[in-house]
């Protein structure tokens, strides 16, 4: 399994024709979160930096994750053309709504209702393997955009951060994440 210390060209135009990724973080102690990733909320900054949009869900185990441990892994899969797997290890920061730089980091992404956290991460080892155990799976469409951006944008703002006062203020373990402290 090659490895290096960051991206490459190579690389990046691989993760940037991805519609889905996957993260995974763990706390010190308690459950491992492994979670997939879609739509317009991944950008590269450049060749040991990712920054990605966490949209609104039922849990918010990665914020939780981080406040203990800031380590964090991204995984890349070909479902198309050639097989690759590429995963990205690193340290993680958690911006939320509120903290200074939001308002310039959030500009990076197309405006999504339910836009909840950008995870900004500094890469520092990339690891690829082949593959070929991956099924081949033709990306049909994005339910995102018919189903989650919707169901949250009916919510409002106000609704929206009622929710993660609700479903988003600790993780499964019981550990805090961080959103019931923002204004």
């Given at each position: 399994m090659p490895t290096a210390k960051k991206l490459n060209g190579t690389l990046r135009a691989f993760i940037e024709k991805q519609k889905l990724f996957f993260v995974a973080t763990a706390a010190a102690d308690g459950r491992v979160n492994f979670s997939p990733k879609g739509m317009d909320s991944l950008r590269i900054i450049d060749d040991t930096r990712i920054v990605w949009l966490n949209l609104t869900g039922s849990g918010n185990e990665t914020a939780a994750h981080l406040r203990d441990a800031n380590r964090m892994t991204l995984m890349?899969?070909?479902f198309e053309g050639d097989a690759l797997i590429l995963r990205t290890y690193g340290q993680a920061q958690?911006?939320?709504h509120g903290d200074e730089g939001w308002d310039a980091a959030i500009g990076q992404f197309?405006?999504?209702a339910?836009?909840?956290q950008i995870f900004d991460m500094?890469?520092?080892l990339v690891q690829t393997s082949c593959g070929t155990g991956v099924p081949v799976m033709p990306f049909d469409h994005d339910r995102g955009h018919e189903e989650l951006l919707p169901y949250f944008a009916d919510m409002g703002q106000e609704g929206v951060e009622d929710?993660?006062?609700r479903r988003n203020a600790n993780s499964l373990?019981?550990?805090p994440t961080g959103i019931a402290e923002r204004d």
């Open positions: 890349f899969c070909a958690t911006l939320h197309p405006k999504m339910g836009s909840r500094k890469i520092d929710f993660w006062q373990d019981g550990a």
